[in-house]
């Protein structure tokens, strides 16, 4: 998955709830039909790409019916309001530097996630 996609997704997100160490996310049609995010699901499922761990993040799940996936992590390793912020931000600059930071905060390659 590349950072331009990511942002041109990042529109059709919201946050349905938020609670320390579980994250709803709500998706739009537009992110379920796109082809890159086909590809990159039926080969890594809803979390890093294969091979790589992605430091506290415990479980995802996707409920196609619903259009939405749960995300359990480890609110000791990240941090809740700064991965709360990354689906809320307002401008791609933002989006970015929060991306940035989190995967600092966890030591993630962030190219990886986004080759």
Known sequence: MDIGLMLS???HIT???HTPGKLKLKFDLVVIGNPKVIKYVKTN???P???QDFPGILKTSFNPLTRSMI???DDGVIEPQLLHELFTCESSEEFQEIAIELADTVHFDLATFLN
Do not use: W
């Open 49 to 51: 790409p294969k091979g």
């Open 15 to 17: 946050v349905g709830s």
């Open 9 to 11: 997704l990042r529109d």
């Open 45 to 47: 499922g809803f979390g």
């Open 71 to 73: 995300m359990l992590y």
